[in-house]
């Protein structure tokens, strides 16, 4: 992975979402117009956080977030979600 010039500021979290799935349990194969949205991905910056509240996800965690949450954002040909911290669910 290259080196992103980027820094989120106060408390935004840049995420790389997960590749969607592409088969079902029981092996059927979803077309691509049916898949669902990633709700997790990996950390991949995290802003310095605020004077109130300090950041506690780092890079390199594996998070789970809300369907709609975040910026989408395409650097370098690969797609990214801004969103503050407090729109993580969990750490996984």
Same mark, same amino acid.
């Given at each position: 992975?290259s080196k992103l010039n980027i820094k989120p500021l106060a408390d935004r979290v840049l995420?790389?979402?997960?590749?969607?799935?592409?088969?079902?349990?029981?092996?059927?194969?979803?077309?691509? &117009?049916?898949?669902?949205?990633?709700?997790?991905?990996?950390?991949?910056?995290?802003?310095?956080?605020?004077?109130?509240? &300090?950041?506690?996800?780092?890079?390199?965690?594996?998070?789970?977030?809300?369907?709609?949450?975040?910026?989408?954002?395409?650097?370098?040909?690969?797609?990214?979600?801004?969103?503050?911290?407090?729109?993580?669910?969990?750490?996984?």
């Amino acid at each position: 992975m290259s080196k992103l010039n980027i820094k989120p500021l106060a408390d935004r979290v840049l995420i790389e979402p997960l590749a969607a799935e592409t088969k079902t349990a029981s092996g059927i194969i979803i077309p691509d &117009n049916a898949k669902e949205k990633p709700q997790k991905g990996t950390v991949v910056a995290v802003g310095p956080g605020t004077k109130d509240e &300090n950041i506690t996800v780092k890079v390199g965690d594996t998070v789970l977030y809300g369907k709609f949450a975040g910026t989408e954002l395409k650097l370098e040909g690969t797609d990214y979600l801004m969103m503050r911290e407090s729109d993580i669910l969990a750490i996984v």
